[in-house]
């Protein structure tokens, strides 16, 4: 990286612990004090500009906390001020301070203040990646945020003084890297910024765009199953916190990811691709799929309407009992992994049995992840050769936010009567779903009567959606047509088993 001179020895920094160096030979000028400092502080966060004397006196002393003797103390701390940059006048940039009713007014060339030269590379950055050139924003941003020695007048904060402008600032932060991220990913270069992408989601967890940013930096690294852990771990966080759901480009972006969508490749610019469509937010809003449409939750239910899962491990009746837990950990532990990965809550295990609630989400598709998180345990219990008894029900759920004090979450309400009704009913093997879970998914799964069931009882044909989130007539992911349909059934309320079966 070439590192230009005036970089070196930037006169005035704010973009970490406040600083003024020597410009000849870059050795930093000593301040007298917290107060001088922060009277620097505040005139350089609005350099050429007029500061009143009383915004100076409340950035010193906030909350009317300020002495009879503040006007002699922000006095002194000017006069020091004025003479540390008469003394240093050529090596200080030709900086003046000057009294400018109703205040002060710090008078400094832009290119020696830090913060300054940082919104100038950025504003280039940024325009580089709206004229298609992510090259070039790649390194202009990467230089602008190279600038940043720790949070923004760090030492100033860490004794006790909090301004908006320091939140400002560091938002401001915030928002180039995840410009920078996108320019990063629209050159192909995900694998330079993962760590770091991951380390700010980490920080930042309620930051949508970076969430977006990761989900699609890691399924481009071939990490399908981190890029869908990172969303559910968000929605938590969102609901938890703010008890929100994921907009709906964050959906958007995790049924493409369960899908495989080709739109999610992305392509370098230069190499066919335009730069517009392959960074993260690009992707999401200019490449999503055509989902059909998803039935929105009803007003006014939707708090406590909720999908439901139980998942039962087959029990061998002969088996050594040390070892019949061991299996039901390890079915248990793959139960809450999937379910998370498909932005489900799980809630409760108790012997061979596990739970997990889905909420109905913003699109309405929790019986959909539901379903499809189901599915997906059925088809790694059956590839480890144990069967599972499998139920879906959707209706009223009651989430008790306070754990019980075994450190469970209680969950009650019809959904999990039907639900622990239609376990009961499910062979070895099935996986059966009731009557409202069925229409909520109809638009992902296609359905058929079966002639050999009980009246009242349906048949899912196929799973549809579970590659491409579109019905088709035929077939499932890892099953096409004219194969053994793995059994999904649709249960009506107060459906029987035929006898025999």
């Not at 879906?392 to 004090?405: F, I, Q, R």
């Not at 002639?451 to 992911?477: C, M």
Request: net charge neutral; with cysteine; glycine share 10%.
């Amino acid at each position: 990286m070439i590192v230009n001179l005036w970089e070196v020895l930037m006169r005035f920094r704010v973009l970490g612990p406040l600083e003024v160096r020597d410009r000849d030979q870059g050795q930093i000028i000593p301040l007298a004090g917290t107060k001088q400092r922060a009277t620097l502080g505040v005139l350089l966060l609005r350099a050429n500009k007029v500061v009143a004397t009383s915004a100076l006196l409340d950035a010193l002393w906030p909350d009317d906390e300020a002495p009879v003797t503040a006007r002699k103390i922000l006095h002194n701390a000017i006069s020091g001020l004025r003479r540390v940059l008469t003394d240093h006048d050529r090596q200080a940039g030709q900086a003046t301070l000057v009294t400018r009713p109703p205040g002060y007014l710090l008078m400094a060339d832009q290119e020696d203040v830090d913060l300054y030269v940082f919104h100038r590379l950025v504003d280039e950055g940024r325009a580089d990646l709206s004229r298609g050139r992510p090259e070039g924003a790649v390194d202009t941003l990467r230089r602008a945020l190279d600038l940043w020695r720790g949070p923004v007048l760090s030492d100033l904060a860490e004794a006790g003084i909090s301004w908006p402008e320091l939140v400002a600032v560091q938002n401001t932060r915030l928002d180039v890297l995840e410009d920078y991220f996108d320019a990063a990913m629209a050159c192909g270069r995900q694998h330079e910024i993962l760590r770091e992408l991951e380390m700010m989601v980490e920080n930042e967890p309620l930051r949508e765009r970076a969430c977006t940013q990761l989900m699609l930096a890691l399924y481009r690294s071939g990490r399908h199953a981190d890029a869908l852990d990172v969303y559910a771990r968000m929605r938590t966080a969102l609901v938890n916190e703010l008890g929100l759901e994921p907009s709906q480009k964050l959906q958007l972006l995790q049924r493409a990811i369960l899908n495989h969508d080709p739109a999610l490749s992305g392509e370098p610019a230069g190499a066919g691709g335009s730069a517009a469509g392959t960074g993260a937010g690009a992707v999401a809003v200019a490449h999503a799929p055509a989902w059909p449409p998803l039935r929105q939750p009803e007003q006014g239910t939707a708090q406590n309407r909720r999908s439901v899962l139980l998942v039962r491990s087959a029990t061998n009746s002969g088996a050594v009992p040390g070892r019949v837990d061991r299996s039901w950990d390890e079915t248990s532990g793959l139960v809450r992994r999937t379910v998370r990965t498909f932005g489900g809550v799980p809630t409760v295990s108790f012997g061979s049995t596990s739970m997990a609630v889905f909420e109905m989400g913003l699109m309405g598709d929790g019986p959909y992840r539901a379903v499809r998180a189901g599915w997906e345990i059925r088809r790694q219990l059956d590839a480890g050769d144990q069967g599972a008894q499998i139920a879906v029900a959707t209706g009223t759920a009651l989430v008790h936010s306070a754990p019980e004090p075994n450190g469970c979450l209680v969950v009650r309400g019809s959904a999990v009567d039907t639900c622990q009704a239609l376990l009961a009913a499910a062979a070895s093997g099935e996986l059966l779903i009731c009557s409202e879970t069925r229409r909520e998914a109809e638009l992902q799964f296609t359905f058929s009567c079966d002639p050999d069931a009980t009246e009242g009882r349906l048949v899912a044909s196929a799973a549809a959606g579970l590659t491409a989130g579109r019905p088709v007539t035929g077939g499932t992911a890892g099953h096409p047509v004219g194969a053994a349909a793995p059994g999904v059934r649709a249960v009506l309320p107060g459906a029987r088993r035929d006898r025999g079966q």
